[in-house]
């Protein structure tokens, strides 16, 4: 384990949790819902791993762990970005006219 | 030279996540967000299929085929169900983050390239990863209320808990210190999804805003785990972000409950309260749908606060009907939202928007509270704690010190509730017994429409 990269990981983890600190806080309370699942579809970028696991095809075993991987974040990619958009598309600034 | 496009691809993504996440602080620049993170996306698996360590794409492709299958699906649930269906989506990102730990440790280990480094992010990873899955399904369970959504308890339980939680840790620091004793690692999978299911037994619906929250950050900071793993600045970033979010929300629904983190985990809230000292006998004034609209059609200012029982109900479409019989008649009608109303952080604001109702109608505990003595009738759908003025004068009540909406000070208080019965939570609402409070029973979709119905009657009336 080269100790730059472990440190420079470090650094990103840091900086990218003060970054989410300060964009998260400002978001509506209106839009939590809408907020959790779309960062739902955001950590779904674990999919990442899982195609490389699936990809590399090491053997059966993991193969198959990475394909269900793939799968659980390939759900969680669509559903979370599919609905999050069918609920900000609800979310009007002035009701119907009467 | 692939390796620079996959590495490219890798930090335009980081950067459309941070810009989603930014554009949806505010509704009209929302659904620009939801793009930037579907473009940030796909990127992101464009790099990846790019990797040259990815030489198979059969497996890949039917997964991610099968993935859309049920993905669109689980995207169209009725928007009451949406609670589970986050829950269920933690569990799924919790199961991704626990298998590809698990298969990295298998391949490393037959590699023989096994790291204490290495070992130690797996570790953290699988234990965050398969608690964060049985947990959510667990949470998801109690949700649909396949699982009874009492909390359920028994003595030493929090011992029990810290002691497996104990040996999971003891076993991962044995296997950091020897990663080849690959026995141990099936035992820190079989803790970690074991005690996801016990966390989560001994927590009451009430409580459902909290941990669904607490278990968005977790799944987010299994992503981060993975990234160490892979070492993989791009998962660390997206799962540092949803770890920072879930965070955030999980404090705002703790701060509007006035409890703590570890008051909610190892709580166990919402029991049956036994009452203290004498219980007088207090009556209820029972009143007809009639009635009720009898009052709002004489109001000026109606404030509606809405709670879990209207989302149960499916209320949420009568409850307009009613909104537009009054804002015809130039009534001013408000939402009272409390941050924990409902089961997930912004539950309510959802249901009201699928309604129809516009967001500028949809006001905040503290922005309403203060108006809430110039309030003529305020309507109580479904909701209890929230509104249970013992939460701001009985030092012994087990939510004393919540914050509350000040439904009590409205001139008029017509509350809607399916029984007698106390709320989710089990305590007593002395609102329901105030002089100023008339009570109708009933589910509350059909008592919302009995009133809508009663309006509009007469309207007809006096157009007659």
């Known amino acids: ?98 | 030279m692939s390796e620079i496009v996959t590495h490219l691809s890798y930090l335009a993504a980081a950067m459309l996540f941070i810009f989603s996440l930014r554009w949806l602080n505010r509704p009209n620049t929302a659904r620009r967000g939801v793009l930037a993170g579907v473009v940030g996306m796909g990127l992101a698996i464009f790099g990846t299929l790019l990797d040259p360590h990815v030489e198979h794409y059969l497996w890949i492709g039917l997964a991610a085929l099968a993935g859309i299958a049920v993905g669109v699906p689980l995207s169209r649930v009725p928007l009451t169900a949406v609670p589970q269906r986050t829950a269920i989506s933690h569990a799924f990102g919790g199961l991704a983050a626990g298998l590809v730990g698990t298969a990295k440790y298998l391949i490393w280990l037959e590699e023989g390239t096994l790291t204490s480094f290495r070992t130690g992010a797996i570790v953290v990873e699988v234990l965050l990863g398969f608690l964060t899955f049985t947990g959510s399904l667990m949470a998801a369970g109690k949700l649909q209320e396949v699982i009874p959504t009492r909390p359920i308890t028994y003595r030493g339980q929090n011992a029990v808990n810290f002691v497996l939680l104990g040996i999971a840790i003891l076993a991962g620091l044995a296997l950091i210190a020897d990663p080849t004793k690959s026995y141990l690692f099936p035992v820190v999978i079989t803790l970690s999804l074991l005690f996801g299911v016990l966390l989560i037994i001994p927590i009451g619906g009430a409580d459902m805003p909290t941990v669904i929250s607490l278990l968005n950050s977790y799944a987010g900071l299994a992503a981060v785990a993975m990234g160490f793993v892979l070492e993989n600045q791009l998962l660390i970033i997206a799962g540092a972000l949803d770890g920072a979010s879930g965070f955030i929300l999980s404090v705002i629904m703790c701060k509007a409950m006035n409890r703590s983190f570890t008051n909610v985990l190892f709580g166990a809230f919402g029991q049956v309260q036994v009452a203290s000292g004498q219980v007088e006998e207090r009556v209820m004034k029972g009143a007809s749908a009639h009635d009720a609209a009898d009052y709002l059609a004489n109001a000026q200012r109606v404030v509606i606060v809405p709670g879990y029982g209207m989302a149960v109900a499916q209320a949420q479409h009568r409850v307009r009907e009613v909104y537009d019989s009054l804002t015809k008649r130039g009534i001013d009608v408000k939402f009272a939202i409390h941050p924990v109303a409902g089961r997930m952080p912004g539950h309510m604001n959802v249901l009201l928007a699928e309604a129809d109702i516009p967001y500028e109608a949809l006001l905040e505990m503290d922005e309403i509270n203060p108006d809430m003595p110039q309030c003529d009738v305020c309507v109580i759908v479904g909701a209890n704690d929230v509104v249970n003025p013992a939460a701001r004068s009985d030092k012994s009540s087990p939510i004393f010190g919540m914050p509350i909406i000040d439904a009590d000070k409205s001139r008029v208080v017509i509350a809607i509730k399916r029984s007698k019965n106390p709320g989710f939570a089990g305590i007593d609402n002395a609102l329901f017994y105030a002089d100023n409070t008339i009570m109708v029973f009933g589910d509350a979709k059909g008592v919302i429409a009995e009133i809508a119905t009663a309006l509009k009657e007469d309207d007809t009336a006096a157009a007659a």
């Not at chain 1, 799968?71 to 900000?88: K, Q």
């Open chain 1, 1 to 98: 384990m080269d100790l730059d990269l472990g440190f420079s990981m470090l650094f990103a983890l840091m900086l990218a949790t003060f970054v989410g600190f300060s964009v998260i806080q400002n978001v509506s309370r209106l839009l939590h819902t809408p907020l959790m699942s779309l960062t739902n579809a955001i950590s779904a970028i674990a999919v990442v791993g899982s195609i490389l696991i699936a990809g590399e095809q090491k053997d059966t075993l993991t193969t198959v762990l990475g394909a269900i991987a793939v799968f659980a974040s390939i759900t969680n990619i669509v559903s979370g970005f599919l609905i999050t958009d069918r609920m900000l598309k609800m979310f009007k600034e002035k009701g119907p006219k009467s």
